[in-house]
């Protein structure tokens, strides 16, 4: 059903209504203030910041009575509100309208474990890009227990909200140094994904990328016995889906699949003392990436500068790619740069075909270098070519290359059997 656009004309009458008829014009009118906001907002998000700015305003005086339903309505706009201040890059007011709308959603809840999760996990998000990770993880386990409540013997009604919330949190505990805690609701959200796929064969795509994933972050985190019976999983899971090429829901797996390998990345993008900023990143911005969350939730100065690091990353690749030193340690370093190229394009990837052209080529070429230094040096660590070849398994699975997934994760384990 198409929407009437508002106008200019429609705003006046709605404030004529509410001087006249306050508790029925006043929501009115902030709704109306809303719908406007987000028209200019498509041509000039600075612009839509004002209207977005009085419709709260009124919807905080409509609170103020604590009924339920202004509490949630001034909830929401405030998060709206966050999000047209991220838009313009006003990072300082976008996180103080998220937390205001967190706060209001709490007074709105008829139960502890009621606001809206969407309000919560916006502000744990925020909280994580200033480098607020424990307080991110205290916000965010709102968010789990929210969706905990909703279900009964680890069955839930949107199981895949669980998941995302399960896999934010493992990621803010880590981030806050408490690695332990955050590896259980790793374990949690693996069961969770085990569950749902021997459930029905739809959810098999997401379980293979699941496993693979997070077999990265048991062999990075000490655990490497629960990696390979991760990989073990995943092989087996691939046994049961088709050998030819299908692609069935590539949003939903490219979301899963960015996510997992944006984190197995995370510390190639830290700044950390004693060793080289790493190229694309810049050290002095007030807000950071926080890889392997959704990037819809990301801050949009944020998401700026993982851009324009895309951009250096490149004229890096190219520098060695032009130059005639290409000994092992300059081939060790084109290989990390490939992969951090990688994740970043699979994070800001917009559709199956920039994916196929831009994301694949480039983990099969990883697959390739990774190679040529085993060779150049057989006695060396292979967790890198690992590491590649689950990279490349998750690639084609999002692509529907099916045939190659369970060939690359399949070596990829007999490789972590011999080391």
């Known amino acids: ?101 967190a706060a209001l959603a709490r007074r709105a809840a008829r139960r502890p474990l009621e606001p809206d999760p969407k309000i919560l996990m916006e502000l744990a998000c925020t909280l994580a890009e200033v480098g607020q990770f424990a307080d991110a993880a205290t916000v965010q386990l709102e968010v789990v227990d929210s969706y905990r409540a909703r279900g009964a013997h680890g069955v839930y009604p949107q199981p895949s909200s669980v998941m995302w919330a399960l896999l934010d949190m493992a990621i803010y505990l880590d981030l806050a140094g408490q690695t332990d805690a955050s590896l259980e609701f790793e374990r949690e959200a693996l069961a969770l994904q085990r569950r749902m796929s021997e459930a029905g064969p739809a959810w098999l795509a997401t379980w293979v990328l699941w496993a693979a994933g997070s077999s990265l972050r048991f062999t990075d985190s000490g655990h490497p016995d629960e990696a390979r019976g991760l990989l073990r999983e995943a092989v087996a899971a691939c046994d049961q889906r088709p050998r030819e090429s299908t692609r069935v829901n590539f949003g939903f797996d490219q979301a899963v699949q960015a996510s997992l390998f944006a984190r197995s990345g995370a510390r190639d993008e830290r700044s950390e003392a004693f060793r080289p900023v790493p190229v694309g990143v810049d050290p002095d911005q007030p807000l950071q990436p926080v890889p392997g969350l959704s990037f819809h939730h990301w801050s949009f100065s944020v998401r700026q500068a993982y851009r324009a690091g895309l951009a250096a990353i490149d004229e890096a690749i190219a520098a060695i790619t032009d130059s ?86 399949s070596e990829a384990l007999e490789l972590h059997m011999a080391s």
């Open 1 to 101: 059903m198409r929407v009437e656009r508002v106008t200019e004309e429609m705003i006046a009458e709605h404030r004529r209504l509410a001087r006249l008829r306050p508790d029925h014009g006043l929501p009115e009118l902030a709704r109306c203030l809303v719908r406007f906001g987000w028209q200019i907002n498509r041509e000039n998000p600075p612009e839509g910041v004002a209207y977005f700015e009085e419709a709260v305003s009124i919807y905080r005086s409509l609170a103020a009575g604590g009924e339920a339903e202004h509490l949630n309505n001034a909830a929401r706009a405030l998060s709206l509100l966050g999000l047209q201040y991220s838009f313009a890059y006003a990072d300082g007011p976008a996180l103080a309208a998220r937390q205001e709308a």
């Open 324 to 409: 005639p030193a290409r000994g092992q340690d300059r081939l060790a370093e084109l290989g990390l740069l490939m992969r951090r190229r990688a994740i970043r394009a699979s994070v800001l990837c917009h559709g199956p075909v920039q994916f196929q052209e831009e994301v694949v080529p480039v983990l099969t070429h990883s697959v390739s270098l990774e190679r040529r230094l085993v060779a150049l040096d057989p006695s060396q660590d292979t967790r890198r070519l690992i590491r590649a070849l689950i990279d490349q398994a998750m690639g084609h699975l999002v692509a529907g290359v099916n045939n190659r997934v369970s060939d690359a994760l």
